[in-house]
């Protein structure tokens, strides 16, 4: 007589949870991984392009930022301007027998303007700025200007393309200050451009 050996129910159906947990574990550990990989590759798709614009923004030279020194270039709309020197600490312009004298001291703005354009246009000193170190604005004395510019005259003058003008502009600001910079401007509408003097 032979007797076959059948697992009670109840130890069958923990085999069978047992085996249900592994196997869904094992499907759930599989999707976690494919789902990794993708974001991964997802990840190192997009740094690349990353990167690359990282390398091109370092290998473009820098835009000009608007500012120049003495003796460099400036332009603001159709002039270009290009201050030579600075001369503060003078007293009186003119000569001895017409000139007008300084309420503190002038300070004397060698210049020259380019029309760049492509018209004739006018330079007016008076939209001309000056600034000391605490940012101090400083306008032109036109009527010294008068007596500085004796044999060049930029007051008002009009420029036609291709020439260039040379002559001082006059600020007469107080004893012992140092302008630092200028805001030149080719209208009174133009955003200006900004020349360090120091």
């Known amino acids: 007589?032979?007797?076959?050996?059948?697992?009670?129910?109840?130890?069958?159906?923990?085999?069978?949870?047992?085996?249900?947990?592994?196997?869904?574990?094992?499907?759930?550990?599989?999707?976690?991984?494919?789902?990794?990989?993708?974001?991964?590759?997802?990840?190192?798709?997009?740094?690349?392009?990353?990167?690359?614009?990282?390398?091109?923004?370092k290998g473009t030279p820098k835009q000009d930022s608007g500012t120049a020194g003495l003796n460099q270039p400036a332009r603001d709309g159709d002039f270009q301007f290009t201050v030579t020197g600075l001369k503060c600490g003078v007293s009186h312009v003119g000569t001895d027998l017409i000139g007008q004298d300084a309420q503190g001291q002038y300070c004397l703005v060698s210049i020259q303007i380019k029309n760049i354009g492509k018209k004739a246009q006018t330079f007016s000193d008076s939209e001309q700025k000056a600034y000391n170190a605490k940012k101090v604005e400083y306008s032109v004395d036109s009527a010294a200007a008068l007596y500085a510019n004796s044999t060049s005259q930029v007051l008002f003058e009009q420029i036609n393309p291709g020439n260039t003008v040379k002559g001082k502009l006059v600020f007469d600001v107080p004893e012992g200050t140092k302008l630092t910079s200028l805001e030149l401007h080719d209208s009174m509408f133009s955003d200006g451009v900004k020349v360090n003097l120091k």
Request: proline fraction near 5%.
């Open 1 to 57: 007589m032979t007797y076959s050996h059948q697992p009670a129910p109840a130890q069958a159906r923990a085999k069978r949870t047992r085996w249900a947990w592994l196997l869904g574990g094992g499907v759930a550990l599989i999707v976690t991984l494919g789902c990794a990989g993708n974001s991964a590759s997802d990840s190192t798709d997009d740094d690349k392009p990353a990167a690359a614009a990282d390398k091109t923004t």
